[in-house]
Nanobody, 126 residues
Framework: QLQLVESGGDLVQPGGSLRLSCAVSGFSVVSYAIAWFRQAPGKEREGVSCISRRGSSTHYVDSVKGRFTISRDNAKNMAFLQMNNLKPEDTAVYYC???????????????????RGQGTHVTVSS
């Protein structure tokens, strides 16, 4: 059974850091592009970042560039989102998604990705 499980969400003060993890089971993530998207309270879902199958290409939404870093460890079947200098507007539920056929491009096409997890909550507040 294909499954993605996110973890690492927490309550953090502005300026703090979190590292989100996405553990993949049921398939080898090496053949899949990975993306993260988020949904803030009362707002639409927003693509945050994506990474290509081999990790050679990454893209970020403008609001997180320079603060977030996406990575993957194909040997461990995991993906990560390192989030630094967090801001209150980063508060959201963060989801990990994966797809075998989709690409990772500047528009972060998370909506084309077939598999997704249940999300992890990130709250940035003082």
């Amino acid at each position: 059974q294909l499954q993605l499980v996110e973890s690492g969400g927490d309550l953090v003060q502005p300026g703090g850091s979190l590292r989100l993890s996405c553990a993949v089971s049921g398939f080898s993530v090496v053949s899949y592009a990975i993306a993260w998207f988020r949904q803030a309270p009362g707002k639409e879902r927003e693509g945050v970042s994506c990474i290509s199958r081999r990790g050679s290409s990454t893209h970020y939404v403008d609001s997180v560039k320079g603060r977030f870093t996406i990575s993957r460890d194909n040997a461990k079947n995991m993906a990560f989102l390192q989030m630094n200098n967090l801001k209150p507007e980063d508060t959201a539920v963060y989801y990990c998604t994966a797809d075998r056929g989709a690409s990772c491009s500047s528009n972060i096409p998370w909506f084309e990705y077939e598999y997704r997890g249940q999300g992890t909550h990130v709250t940035v507040s003082s």
